[in-house]
């Protein structure tokens, strides 16, 4: 089911960087509802200060950014968000189940002790990612795979329309890999969810994705995986020969930069 | 003292003076304070920051003893001193372990001066080091009392905004929380604890109270409201046990409460050794 809609996030002529510091200038495009995107590039080419933007953690230094209908501004609860990061501390004695209730109601000042409306709210994310088991867990004792599931809950309770996940995929071995990337598509598609994530191998999401945004060398480029992920695309972007080699599988690899994005696997 | 235990006569006979119900009334809010505001410390792991804290009281309360005023008058204005110029060094406490060192051991070095420049050194040193609970004025319970309130009015407006950013800060930040203030205002609220936390325990055992009651009670309830109600009734049973003991041998009040705690927080360890198997074999 893919519901089209007017477009949720739109940059025109947008440009990022940290002071004098430009991370990549003149970026155009958009993304409809519903849409499930990967946001691809070596390490340091911007991709996290992309969200940066969207969250209104940080100003554009040029151009227009709107996300919703209006310019990006911090704590919008219309947008779920899973930071990159380390594990949690495995002294945390903390059930899982309260994590995610704080993604509802951790931003709200004093206490809510007889809450059951928001307890319930978390036991329904968990389920919905299928996390419903590990409700009641310590945080500390569970594995990359688990937590990236405890974390989605949280960003998704809220019911949000956008999803930011920032290289959820990282420290995960293949198989849950593919089990989370299910996961996020079973969100999109079910829920109509619009879904930003950012990862280093674009292979395994090439099945389920509408659109790559590809940040390198200072640009960005984005559109169909098709379009994008070609030679005469990425070489135009890199400004050196880049080579896009296909396997029979469909499966990508970038040849001729520094870092492999698309390594066969 | 009769062999007879006769438990409502030793409790009156207790309660006849007036300096153990000041001891006793302090012992509860104290309990309460140290019980709510430890769970966050535990769980911010900022013990060494909360010690900190503790030492500068130390030099505040001995400068205070030296120009004749209330110990407790310093011990306030110096932690929260501390805490202020602490919570501006910076946002990471994990970074900070090296600058709280090098004022932690400045203060020290600056009690010990004032201490030193008083003519009862050594009591006053030691009651301000190990606790002088059964030394408290009703005037300092009246102030222990107001401070306390605050504190937990403080600590339940914290509450849920703390408890995120604390397990999540990221996306805390990017939920619109205001960081910066949270920190600070966290610990200035702890720095104010401690200093009232003293009276009981004294600076050097101020872990007694502000740390091992609420990382053992992590371990009895993973559900943080829960966590801070079993935290403060350690607080409360090892002050009320360690004064009646107290009370009864000639040994300080303030060994009691960290022997107290101490081995319940062995206890837990060992009890929660067995059920977190299930965890482990899960993972």
Known sequence: MVRVQSKLIEAENLSAGYGAKTVWRDATFSVGGGEFVAVIGPNGAGKTTLFRLLLGLQQPTRGALRILGAPPRRGNPRIGYVPQRHLIDSETHIECVELVRLGLSGARWGINPFSHADRDAALAALESVGASELAHYPLGVLSGGELQRIFLAEAMVSNPDILLLDEPLSNLDLKRETDLLHLVNDVVRSRGVTALLIAHNINPLLPHLDKVIYVANGKVATGKPSTVLTSESLTALYGIQVEVLRDPHGNVAIIGVEEHHGDVR | ?????????????????????????????????AGVTGYFVVLRRSAFVAHAYSEIGFAGASGAILLGLDPLVGLVLGSITGGIAIAALGRRITNRDTQIGIVLAFALGLGLLFISLYKAFSTAAISILFGEILGISSNEVLITLVAGLGILVAMGFLYRPLLFASLDEDVAEAKGMPMLFLGTAFMIVVALAVSFAIQVTGVLLIFSLMVTPAATAQYVSMRPNRAILISVGISLLATQVGLFVGYFTPYPVSFFITGIVFFLYLAVRLAHGFVHKRFEEHA
């Open chain 2, 1 to 33: 003292m009769t062999l007879d235990l006769n438990l409502i006569s030793m409790l009156q006979q207790i309660w006849s003076y007036e300096f153990m119900q000041h001891a006793i009334e302090t012992s509860w809010i104290i309990s309460v304070v």
